[in-house]
């Protein structure tokens, strides 16, 4: 089994529709993060979060919430896509000393 | 500008040549360096860690970083088909929040 998981794999929704996507990990690491990808700019930074009760901005938050329901788990939800929400979207984990950081397979979000 | 530049590329290369990667930044804390490999509809991997300036190899692969430059290159040896991928280098200050580059996409041609 993969040691960073996300759900679903593929998601095509509709604008304005509120959609979730899940990451669960296995790793053990407190650290877990959210990106968006997209072609030409690369891994952008959404939210990350050191513990369960640590929650943070990145670089792109607008239009995306995050919850932290444990250490393994990290969801990020957007509340009413809008179509150049239209990505793949990666989790990832990491240790607190070394800063490597282990990605999901990603989900690709289609926003029609 | 950007913190870190990377040439998109693609770069093409017959099958055996030596492959040449790099990544520039300005952010002179950045002491954490990595290259990540990523397939197409995967997720990125972690290939190469380098902390601070020197050289790292494993196998095929050589990283360099040049702090004084603020240059970091990856090299890849008798390249193979299985190397075509996009090659993400990424760096930070702490082990908090990693910096990547856009991503070279590499083909390696038999």
């Known amino acids: 089994d993969a040691d960073v998981t996300q759900t679903p794999r593929n998601r095509i929704t509709k604008t304005g529709k509120r959609i979730m996507l899940e990451c669960s990990q296995t790793k053990g690491h407190d650290r877990m993060y959210w990106y968006r990808q997209d072609p030409g700019l690369g891994l952008r930074l959404i939210y990350y979060?050191?513990?369960?009760?640590?929650?943070n901005k990145g670089e792109i938050s607008d239009g995306y919430s995050v919850s932290r329901q444990a250490q393994a788990k990290f969801s990020l939800s957007l509340e009413s896509a809008i179509p150049n929400q239209t990505a793949l979207y990666f989790c990832?984990?990491?240790?607190?000393?070394?800063?490597?950081?282990?990605f999901g397979a990603g989900t690709r979000l289609s926003v029609l | 500008q950007k913190e870190v530049e990377q040439d998109p590329g693609p770069l093409s290369v017959p099958e055996g040549a030596i492959v040449s990667l790099n990544c520039t930044y300005s952010n002179s804390a950045f002491q954490y360096f990595m290259w990540y490999r990523q397939y197409s509809r995967k997720g990125p991997e972690l290939l190469m860690y380098t902390y601070s300036s020197g050289n790292k190899e494993d196998g095929r692969f050589t990283a360099q970083v040049d702090k004084s430059s603020k240059y970091i290159s990856l090299f890849i040896r008798d390249s193979q088909p299985s190397d075509s991928a996009t090659y993400l280098c990424?760096?930070?200050?702490?082990?908090?929040?990693?910096?990547f580059g856009t991503g070279t996409r590499l083909q390696v041609t038999l």
């Open positions: 979060s050191f513990d369960v009760k640590d929650i």
């Open positions: 990424a760096m930070a200050g702490t082990a908090s929040k990693l910096t």
């Open positions: 990832a984990t990491s240790d607190s000393w070394q800063g490597i950081q282990y």
